[in-house]
């Protein structure tokens, strides 16, 4: 397991977890939930975070960027003109090409709008983006969203912020088994057992903001998740038993006395 690192858009890793930067009660708790986790990613929201105003806490202070690799998200956007707005800013602004896209539909559920989530992915790729796309579990938008140059699919285990868990997985399974590119669950995700399953499934990853952030204890809850990232992938990697329908004694019963 010491070699099992997955990559991309040309740059590989070692942690299959990625974690947020929202809703910690302080950066210096995120930045010890990001160590805990044993992550290498950590997303940002662009329109939220504060990485330029020096009167505020700044969040490079505290996770630096020449610790953990920085994947700008679109957080907050409901149109394609806006996330391509968001983005094209966090380019001039740190130099990134490797970023996250969401394009969310409405306000109650942070569902995504796949139709501009789509006609978003298109121009950023042409643009020289490498993109990560937040994506509903259809497997039909997945391919698409692949064939338009994703570098990596991240279809929602349940809707963001919900805590609910994989509330699909037969179309989870449907996409790691199509897909070409990583694909990582991305939003739904309450326990460490919620990203164990994730990892069951064949995902390459699973990326998760709030089940950390608000758990009671943020930084035993990102050491969890680092454990069961690892457990899952081992599970997946291992092969589990088959389902049958009867019991079968672990002890043979030929040869009884």
């Avoid at 805590?163 to 790691?176: A, D, F, K, P």
């Avoid at 088994?177 to 699973?206: F, K, W």
């Avoid at 990697?237 to 009884?256: E, I, N, Q, T, V």
Wanted: proline share 4%; with cysteine.
């Amino acid at each position: 397991m010491e070699n099992d690192s997955w990559t991309v858009a040309g740059r590989t890793f070692n942690s299959r977890l990625i974690i947020g930067t929202g809703k910690y009660k302080t950066y210096e708790e995120n930045a010890a939930a990001a160590r805990a986790s044993g992550a290498e990613i950590v997303t940002v929201a662009v329109r939220r975070v504060n990485l330029t105003d020096k009167s505020q806490p700044i969040l490079t202070d505290f996770v630096s960027p020449k610790e953990f690799t920085y994947l700008p998200n679109t957080a907050g956007c409901f149109t394609a003109d806006d996330a391509l707005r968001t983005l094209r800013l966090a380019r001039e602004a740190g130099g990134w090409s490797l970023v996250k896209l969401e394009v969310l539909s409405d306000q109650k559920t942070l569902y995504p709008d796949m139709e501009e989530t789509l006609k978003a992915t298109k121009i950023l790729v042409s643009e020289g983006f490498d993109v990560m796309v937040y994506a509903s579990d259809d497997p039909v938008y997945a391919r698409k969203l692949e064939d338009a140059g994703a570098a990596a699919i991240m279809p929602l285990g349940g809707l963001i912020g919900s805590g609910l868990g994989i509330q699909n997985r037969i179309n989870i399974r449907l996409i790691v088994e199509q897909t070409r590119v990583p694909v990582l669950v991305d939003a739904g995700v309450g326990t460490a057992s919620d990203a164990t399953i994730a990892m069951e499934l064949g995902c390459d990853g699973v990326l998760m903001n709030t089940a950390i952030a608000e758990a009671k204890n943020p930084v035993l809850m990102a050491s969890a998740m680092k454990h069961a990232v690892i457990a899952g992938r081992e599970a997946y990697l291992a092969g589990r038993m088959g389902l049958k329908r009867y019991a079968d004694p672990s002890s043979p019963l030929a040869g009884l006395i």
